[in-house]
C-alpha cells in the first residue's frame, strides 16, 4: 500500500487540503493519505482563535468522512510538545509496516521550500520519505500577520529563506499539479470571524461542526 501524510494545524481543515490529497492520489496513485493535525507547530504560533486540539481532529474527521482512502491520524496530537515531521515519518513507517509499500510520502506546499533546511533532521528527512510538493502561493509576510487570526512565523522560521521553487529545489521530490485554490484556513477563520462568506469554503460536516461549536467567533445573524 501506497501512503501519504499531509500534515498541518487544520484550523479548520478546507476544501483546498482535500482537493491536494485528491490529487495525490489521482495523479500519483497513493492508495491512502493520512491526515495528521499538528499539536505544536514547529514553523509558527497558532492564532489566538484557534480551534483546540480535539475540536480540529473531529474537524478533520468529519471532512473526510465517507473516502475510504483518507484516514485521520493523531499520532502528533497523542505524542505531544513540538510536532517534527521526522519525528512522525519514523512512527508511521513502524504503525504501517506490514502493509507499507516503498516510502511514505510527505506532502506539503512550495511555500514551505524556504524553509525546509530548517526542518528538523531535512537532508535525512528527504531520504527517508518521498517529498511531494504541491501548488501553493506563499503566505503574507510577518508584518502583515493579525495574531488574533492569522498563525505567525516563529522567530526560527520566514528569517532569510532561500528562493527555491519546485523546479530548483535540491532535494529528490515529486510533484503533484493539484489544483490552485487561492485558500487558507486563516482567511477562512476570518471570513467566519468577520461574518463573511464561507459556507462553501469547508465540507458540510465541518461547516455544522464549526456553527454548533461557535469556533472561530461563529455567530449567527
Same mark, same amino acid.
Given at each position: 500500500?501506497?501512503?501519504?501524510?499531509?500534515?498541518?494545524?487544520?484550523?479548520?481543515?478546507?476544501?483546498?487540503?482535500?482537493?491536494?490529497?485528491?490529487?495525490?492520489?489521482?495523479?500519483?496513485?497513493?492508495?491512502?493519505? !493520512? /491526515?495528521?493535525?499538528?499539536?505544536?507547530?514547529?514553523?509558527?504560533?497558532?492564532?489566538?482563535?484557534?480551534?483546540?486540539?480535539?475540536? $480540529?481532529?473531529?474537524?478533520?474527521?468529519?471532512?473526510? $468522512?465517507?473516502?475510504?482512502?483518507?484516514?485521520?491520524?493523531?499520532? *502528533?496530537?497523542? &505524542?505531544?510538545?513540538?510536532?517534527?515531521? @521526522?519525528?512522525?515519518? +519514523?512512527?508511521?513507517?513502524?504503525?504501517?509496516?506490514?502493509?507499507?509499500?516503498?516510502?511514505?510520502?510527505?506532502? /506539503?506546499?512550495?511555500?514551505?521550500?524556504?524553509?525546509?533546511?530548517? @526542518? *528538523?533532521?531535512?537532508?535525512?528527512?528527504?531520504?527517508?520519505?518521498?517529498?511531494?510538493?504541491?501548488?501553493?502561493?506563499?503566505?503574507?509576510?510577518?508584518?502583515?500577520?493579525? #495574531?488574533?487570526? *492569522?498563525?505567525? #512565523?516563529?522567530? $526560527? %522560521?520566514?528569517?532569510? #529563506?532561500?528562493? @527555491?521553487?519546485?523546479?530548483?529545489?535540491?532535494? #529528490?521530490?515529486? +510533484?503533484?499539479?493539484?489544483? &490552485?485554490?487561492?485558500?487558507?484556513?486563516?482567511?477562512?477563520?476570518?471570513?467566519?470571524? +468577520?461574518?463573511?462568506? @464561507?459556507? %462553501? !469554503?469547508?465540507?458540510?460536516?465541518?461547516?455544522?461542526?464549526?456553527?454548533?461549536?461557535?469556533?472561530?467567533?461563529?455567530?449567527?445573524?
Amino acid at each position: 500500500m501506497k501512503i501519504a501524510i499531509l500534515g498541518g494545524s487544520f484550523n479548520p481543515i478546507h476544501v483546498g487540503h482535500l482537493a491536494l490529497a485528491d490529487a495525490v492520489c489521482c495523479s500519483l496513485k497513493y492508495d491512502k493519505i !493520512l /491526515f495528521v493535525p499538528t499539536y505544536k507547530p514547529p514553523h509558527k504560533t497558532l492564532a489566538l482563535s484557534s480551534a483546540s486540539s480535539d475540536d $480540529r481532529f473531529l474537524m478533520v474527521q468529519e471532512a473526510i $468522512r465517507g473516502d475510504e482512502r483518507f484516514v485521520a491520524e493523531p499520532c *502528533e496530537l497523542e &505524542r505531544g510538545g513540538v510536532s517534527y515531521t @521526522w519525528d512522525t515519518v +519514523c512512527f508511521l513507517e513502524k504503525k504501517y509496516e506490514s502493509v507499507l509499500e516503498g516510502k511514505i510520502g510527505v506532502i /506539503f506546499g512550495e511555500d514551505l521550500l524556504g524553509d525546509f533546511d530548517k @526542518w *528538523e533532521n531535512s537532508s535525512l528527512l528527504a531520504q527517508r520519505a518521498d517529498l511531494i510538493l504541491a501548488v501553493r502561493p506563499r503566505e503574507k509576510t510577518c508584518a502583515e500577520k493579525n #495574531p488574533q487570526i *492569522e498563525n505567525v #512565523p516563529s522567530s $526560527r %522560521y520566514g528569517v532569510n #529563506p532561500s528562493d @527555491w521553487t519546485r523546479d530548483t529545489f535540491p532535494y #529528490p521530490h515529486k +510533484c503533484v499539479e493539484n489544483p &490552485r485554490l487561492e485558500l487558507s484556513s486563516s482567511e477562512i477563520r476570518r471570513l467566519i470571524a +468577520c461574518g463573511g462568506a @464561507w459556507r %462553501y !469554503l469547508v465540507s458540510e460536516g465541518v461547516f455544522h461542526y464549526i456553527e454548533n461549536g461557535h469556533l472561530y467567533g461563529y455567530r449567527t445573524n
